[in-house]
């Protein structure tokens, strides 16, 4: 079947045909097991037994988007969750258009026309969201971009463009913020969107620099818009990333495990806008009733219990992959946040070798350019699979580097 599948020329070829798996375990049709550490979507994990129930419910009662039951339990789970700090919700079916839909509606709030945005960034796939993403691949052969785009540097203190030593620089990608917007922009900037840690390779800002960014936009006058699609819904081991840091967010952005698989994303906003400004909004299926009791379950199990193994199994993960840097010179780099972790090598070659290694373990990770591979497993993971999917990573250090 993979003939008729449209990007199957972008795959490594035929890979594993998954016939069954639970939590973070899937097995093949000829009974292999893999241990998944690629999953931002089905964060609950396979088989969640809670999840399950709560989603055959659901398709018991009225599945047209004439039943408001789920919608609005979930617009209730979400203020009180936020704790006040939100006063409407906008749903989605994509995180796409939840970051196009924010921006749109930030250009009628403010009047403006602009965007702040970021190196190494990702908002979505549609035209406005992917221009204002900062990986080309995005954009490369795509344009013209949709304009009024500013770029910032995101703060990847291993790798700093501006050639800073981490820690000393006083936010010298910030202070270069207005010399940026000064040539580049028309000093119209309705909003700045950013993620509080970077989906993109798990690049982790330095205390501080996110509270400064946010006291940037509003002495702008600019909308602080908050891109929590990957970091948020318990991911980093807290349901929302920003309680953690002290922000205060215009606008709140959630999605990928918020439906644990179903297509549901959402714009959080502060202050309610105007009725003029709302139109363009309107329309789409974000607010079906299975996606909308879906991202209810995954709330409602991150509340009761979820999050404080989440919180222990990320110390566990950061735990060991320190180990595995204090054993090998090679690992230049560990990032975690939570169950978001990645390591960085010493080169193309060792990165490919340690990728065979965990291939050949059966553990599935995603690479991040040519020298780092991700590893970002549903919440379900244990630490005897983190222990065997570190090792596996160790047993492609433990040889030298192969010619490739």
């Known amino acids: 079947m993979n003939h008729y599948d449209l990007l199957a020329p972008l795959s490594h070829g035929p890979g594993p045909e998954f016939v069954s798996g639970q939590g973070a375990a899937l097995r093949d049709a000829q009974g292999n097991e893999y241990l998944d550490f690629n999953e931002i979507c089905v964060t609950l994990g396979q088989g969640d037994a809670y999840f399950t129930e709560k989603m055959k419910q659901a398709l018991e009662g009225l599945t047209c988007g004439k039943s408001h039951v789920y919608r609005d339990q979930l617009y209730e789970l979400l203020m009180e969750t936020t704790h006040g700090d939100f006063s409407a919700v906008h749903l989605t079916a994509s995180g796409s258009e939840s970051a196009e839909w924010a921006v749109k509606l930030a250009q009628k709030i403010t009047g403006r026309s602009e965007v702040l945005s970021f190196w190494n ?43 800073h030593e981490p820690g000393s620089c006083s936010f010298a990608c910030l202070r270069l913020l207005d010399r940026k917007v000064a040539m580049e922009s028309a000093q119209d900037i309705a909003a700045v969107i950013v993620e509080p840690y970077q989906g993109a390779g798990v690049i982790c800002p330095p205390d501080g620099w996110l509270k400064e960014l946010e006291q940037w936009a509003r002495r702008r006058g600019a909308l602080f818009v908050l891109d929590e699609i990957q970091s948020g819904m318990g991911r980093s081991g807290c349901l929302y990333h920003y309680q953690r840091l002290g922000l205060q967010p215009d606008m709140l952005l959630l999605g990928k495990s918020l439906g644990n698989g179903l297509h549901i994303s959402a714009l959080l906003v ?68 939570g169950l978001a972790a990645a390591i960085e090598l010493a080169s193309p070659q060792v990165c490919a070798q340690v990728s065979q290694s965990l291939a050949q ?28 999917a570190v090792e596996a990573a160790a047993q492609g250090l433990s040889s030298p580097p192969q010619a490739l």
């Open 121 to 163: 960034s990702i908002h979505g796939r549609t035209h406005l969201s992917a221009s204002m993403s900062g990986l080309s691949k995005r954009k490369t052969g795509y344009g013209p971009l949709s304009p009024g785009t500013v770029f910032g540097i995101y703060p990847d203190c291993g790798h700093c463009p501006l050639e």
């Open 270 to 337: 502060k202050d309610r806008p105007s009725q003029s400004c709302l139109p363009a909004l309107t329309g789409g299926s974000g607010d079906n009733p299975l996606a909308c009791a879906a991202a209810c379950a995954v709330i409602q199990r991150l509340q009761e219990g979820l999050l404080d193994q989440i919180s222990k199994t990320g110390d566990h993960l950061r735990r060991r992959l320190e180990q595995l840097q204090a054993r090998y010179p090679a690992v230049t780099e560990i990032r975690t946040q």
């Open 361 to 388: 373990a059966r553990v599935l990770t995603a690479p991040y350019g040519d020298r780092a591979l991700m590893f970002k497993p549903p919440f379900s993971v244990t630490a005897e699979q983190i222990d065997r």
